[in-house]
């Protein structure tokens, strides 16, 4: 089993600055990709950002230079910056993990609680 638990989200003023952290635990052999999702109220979930083992980095446009993902592979965890905060951030913002278990070949694919962010003045 593999457990994801986040945190950071909060409030936020237009322009603010809020860093989201997700731990992954478990018997964890290794940890592919490493992701952010988002759901606002009455909206699909939607990717927000993506970073591989390697470090490479994707984004969804709306983002894209505002937002930093990054990862500390040696605490299989995952993080993202949000600077420059706008009310339509606003969602509950979810992280993705994707690995293996030790002795496990069939790879796992786990999901956080979510954490809220909120953007407004």
């Known amino acids: 089993q593999v457990q994801l638990v986040e945190s950071g989200g909060g409030w936020s003023q237009p322009g603010g600055f809020l860093r989201l952290s997700c731990a992954a635990a478990g018997s964890i052999a290794s940890i592919y990709a490493m992701c952010w999702y988002r759901q606002a109220p009455g909206d699909p979930r939607e990717f927000v950002a993506t970073i591989s083992r390697g470090g490479t980095t994707n984004y969804k446009t709306a983002v894209r230079g505002r937002f930093t993902i990054s990862r500390d592979n040696a605490r299989n965890t995952v993080y993202l910056e949000m600077n420059g905060l706008k009310p339509e951030d606003t969602a509950l913002y979810y992280c993705?993990?994707?690995?293996?278990?030790?002795?496990?070949?069939?790879?796992?694919?786990?999901w956080g609680q979510g954490t809220q962010v909120t953007v407004s003045s």
């Open positions: 993705n993990v994707q690995g293996r278990l030790r002795g496990q070949a069939q790879p796992f694919d786990a």
